[in-house]
């Protein structure tokens, strides 16, 4: 059986060793996520990957440096945000770039085996009313309930105060609760 190795312990065999193993299964930990959160901004699937793999190949070569970065994922999740933007203003106007950046979120159910047992008119009433929150709401949501990110990770991501999260959040979840038939 093999062992569970932490991320931490990658992370040391990245910038100790040069070990690509390590930064392959880094990138297999996290390439998807990343990609569907840069894809939520731009709309654009090769835009996306592109910038995945930039942010992957900026961190192997700085692994020298690694050992500088307190929590990967939300340091992943800024570089990701921040290419993003970056590209976003670099092929359009600043309202082109806000339009995009507030409507282009998104929201997808992960299938686990719990949700096998909500049925589909359940499951539907929860996409409609995940569909309708505001965009802010929808990917604060999103990134807590599907990317198991804490409200503090999301806030530092997004360069929002903890307490604009965590109010997002209540909203998302209070408009849900309604939709729902909740009281």
Not at 49 to 56: G, R
Request: glycine share 4%.
């Amino acid at each position: 059986m093999p062992a569970i190795v932490s991320t931490q312990e990658r992370i040391r065999r990245i910038q100790v060793n040069g070990d690509e193993a390590a930064f392959n299964e880094l990138y297999e930990l996290h390439a998807a996520k990343l990609y569907k959160f840069a894809y939520s901004f731009l709309g654009e699937r090769e835009a996306a990957q592109e910038i995945v793999n930039d942010v992957f190949l900026k961190i192997w070569i700085g692994r020298g440096s690694l050992d500088n970065i307190k929590n990967l994922q939300v340091y992943l999740y800024v570089l990701i945000k921040n290419a993003c933007l970056n590209h976003l203003r670099s092929i359009s106007s600043k309202k082109i770039k806000e339009l995009k950046l507030t409507e282009t979120y998104y929201f997808q159910l992960s299938v686990d085996p719990s949700q096998l047992l909500i049925s589909k008119e359940l499951q539907t009433k929860v996409l409609k009313a995940v569909n309708g929150l505001p965009a802010r709401c929808k990917l604060i949501f999103k990134m807590v309930k599907e990317d198991d990110l804490s409200c503090n990770e999301v806030a530092a991501i997004l360069g929002l105060s903890n307490k604009t999260v965590f109010a997002q959040l209540s909203i998302a979840l209070k408009k849900l609760d309604d939709a729902l038939g909740g009281k």
